[in-house]
């Protein structure tokens, strides 16, 4: 075949086909299942950022400011780890009004009271119970004080809080308190024994309930229906009330934990009951306090809380919005050195977001577990501040450290997947149903070359979807980021 007569020109034309074609085809666009999603009618934004070149990978609606529920919670982590060291210790103390006389009378008050440790527990109340026994206590005329200094009444401030202060099916709604053990819950021990007799309820660790238990729950053989249900309920004259019923298996224990109404008083009603089991009488009935320990008490009992960095590990693998809340509010109280309330302490992480990603206005922030719906973070937002931790060495062990890697989530929705998805992501999780239904992820990817990138994402209902299922939201955003990182 004879050649063309001029070359050059030919490479010329065929150069200005290709580059007219390129042109002609449409941009590969960013996140393409999630903007599929959004073409239904939801609401997305979300964002990846390259952390070794500090470059943009994707970007949908980055600056959209999106409700985020429980995903504000690795903001209030970055926050308590500017504000804490990462093994910062909150103690709890009790102290004695009056000196414990020879015989083991104390003629006076115990005051518990703590530095913000929302990781007390049963655990922690018998030892305290032990400690005080050890000094020679064993009559105590006058009461058991559970002191709220600084921060006093709280309210209800969300409505599923609000909701609980009357009845609770469930624990992760237990009304926020200065002070509380497990959480704010009641927590409870169910045993099926005996086929055809009632299980056992106590309370964890082999104390007694302090409240009333009405109904039964019926023992059954052991590849019976498990059908039973328990709900606490507030009465008026009697306070907290345990209703149960329905029928549990034989060899299935279970352990639950309900909201209590009044985290401080069910406090103080639970080490009482503990200081009764290990021989010391409280004539006195709890009582709530706003005060702190009167001058010229005795600290006879101290028990450490965890360390920051494992209560931020509770909270982001179990989304425990009572520690998200509980460290709100000493977050608050650090930076602004006085307490306030839930909504008053939230302005701290509020600003905190604006000086690791700064905006025109400061994100709207009102709670620090993600249970207020008015709560709204952009994905920019939420990988810049991912990216500040980072670039972080002190912080960013411990914030990595308690997320979750899907392989070993504790929910099912994140264990599947490919394995890029399984094993080289590690993020947190939110959701909600009300007003409009929240799916958000937010968290660091591991590049194939042992690099880094943050990322986030958050699917809100819209006016034409506003419940748009788990399920959906989730198949997106996991084919978005595995597209992502079999490209990285």
């Given at each position: ?117 929302s990781t007390l527990d049963h655990s922690a109340l018998w030892s305290l119970a032990a400690q005080i026994r050890a000094v020679g206590v064993r009559r105590v005329t006058g009461e058991i004080k559970v002191s709220t200094a600084p921060f006093g009444p709280l309210g209800c ?165 009572y520690i998200a809340d509980s460290l709100t509010l000493n977050i608050g109280a650090v930076a602004t050195n006085k307490a306030g309330t839930l909504a008053d302490s939230a302005r701290s992480l509020s600003n905190y977001m604006q000086r690791v990603a700064p905006q025109v206005l400061p994100a709207p922030l009102f709670s620090g577990s993600g249970l207020t719906p008015e709560n709204r973070l952009s994905a920019a937002e939420l990988t810049a501040m991912l990216g500040s931790v980072y670039r972080d060495p002190v912080r960013f062990p411990a ?90």
């Amino acid at each position: 075949m004879p050649l063309p007569q001029n070359p050059s020109k030919t490479a010329t034309r065929l150069l200005s086909v290709v580059l007219l074609l390129s042109l002609a085809l449409p941009a590969k666009a960013d996140f393409p299942a999630l903007g599929a999603l959004e073409s239904s009618g939801a609401r997305v934004t979300a964002a990846v950022i390259d952390l070794d070149t500090g470059k943009p990978l994707e970007r949908r609606n980055a600056d959209l400011r999106l409700s985020p529920a429980s995903v504000t919670k690795l903001v209030t982590a970055a926050a308590a780890l500017e504000t804490w060291p990462a093994d910062k210790v909150f103690l709890t103390r009790v102290s004695a009004t009056a000196p414990v006389s020879a015989g083991g009378l104390l003629d006076g008050d115990l005051v518990i009271h703590t530095e913000g440790d929302s990781t007390l527990d049963h655990s922690a109340l018998w030892s305290l119970a032990a400690q005080i026994r050890a000094v020679g206590v064993r009559r105590v005329t006058g009461e058991i004080k559970v002191s709220t200094a600084p921060f006093g009444p709280l309210g209800c401030e969300t409505k599923d809080r609000c909701d609980a202060l009357e009845k609770s099916s469930t624990a992760y709604n237990a009304p926020l308190a200065a002070i509380g053990s497990d959480y704010g819950n009641w927590c409870i021990d169910i045993k099926p024994v005996s086929v055809g007799t009632p299980a056992t309820i106590t309370g964890c660790g082999g104390m007694a309930l302090p409240i009333p238990v009405e109904g039964t729950i019926n023992t059954v053989a052991s590849k019976g229906r498990n059908t039973f249900w328990a709900d606490r309920f507030t009465v008026a004259a009697q306070g907290d009330v345990l209703r149960v019923g329905g029928d549990l298996p034989q060899g299935a224990p279970q352990n639950l934990y309900r909201a209590m109404s009044n985290p401080p008083l069910g406090l103080g009603m639970l080490l009482r009951e503990t200081l009764k089991v290990v021989g010391i009488e409280v004539v006195g009935s709890p009582r709530v306090i706003a005060t702190p320990a009167p001058g010229g008490s005795i600290e006879i009992a101290r028990v450490d809380g965890l360390l920051l960095k494992e209560q931020l590990g509770r909270m982001l693998r179990f989304s425990n919005n009572y520690i998200a809340d509980s460290l709100t509010l000493n977050i608050g109280a650090v930076a602004t050195n006085k307490a306030g309330t839930l909504a008053d302490s939230a302005r701290s992480l509020s600003n905190y977001m604006q000086r690791v990603a700064p905006q025109v206005l400061p994100a709207p922030l009102f709670s620090g577990s993600g249970l207020t719906p008015e709560n709204r973070l952009s994905a920019a937002e939420l990988t810049a501040m991912l990216g500040s931790v980072y670039r972080d060495p002190v912080r960013f062990p411990a914030l990595y450290g308690g997320m979750v890697v899907p392989r070993q989530a504790p929910f099912a929705f994140l264990r599947q997947g490919s394995k890029d998805w399984m094993e080289r992501v590690a993020l947190k999780t939110g959701t909600m149903n009300d007003p409009v239904s929240v799916c958000g992820v937010a968290g660091y990817l591991r590049k194939k070359d042992g690099g880094w990138m943050s990322f986030a994402i958050l699917v809100n209902g819209g006016t034409g979807y506003k419940h748009v299922p788990l399920y959906k939201s989730m198949e997106a955003i996991r084919k978005d980021i595995e597209s992502i990182l079999q490209r990285n």
